[in-house]
Nanobody
């Protein structure tokens, strides 16, 4: 069983919006935080946004602040990343990941990862 699965990635034009979904398997419900990361071609994986499952507090990277919003649907065991005003530089594979610690933007703090979903933004 894959503990985390991303969906919603697509090819869109600059300025458009996408909503990514991270479906969290029941065996990950004991994790404390869910994070969204992205990795563009030739770039290191970077933190985008993270949500504390316990408190609902969030972290959002400066590069996407004001455009991206992380949220949670407890009933559906899903975490979302609403992405507005997309730019070509947002093009990347987007991953959701689970951590047993506080919200973080560090890859090393997350022990479970989804396979990723491709987001491509054309100019």
């Amino acid at each position: 069983q894959v503990p985390l699965v991303e969906s919603g990635g697509s090819l869109v034009q600059s300025g458009e919006s996408l909503n990514l979904t991270c479906t969290v398997s029941p065996d990950t419900l004991n994790y404390h935080s869910i994070g969204w990361f992205r990795q563009a071609p030739g770039r290191a994986r970077e933190g985008v946004s993270c949500l504390s499952l316990g408190t609902g507090s969030t972290y959002t990277a400066d590069s996407v602040k004001g455009r991206f919003t992380i949220s949670r649907d407890n009933a559906k065991n899903m975490v979302y990343l609403q992405m507005n005003a997309l730019k070509p530089e947002d093009t990347a594979v987007y991953y959701c990941a689970a951590s047993d610690g506080p919200i973080s933007d560090s890859v090393a703090d997350f022990g479970s990862w989804g396979p990723g979903t491709q987001v491509t933004v054309s100019s």
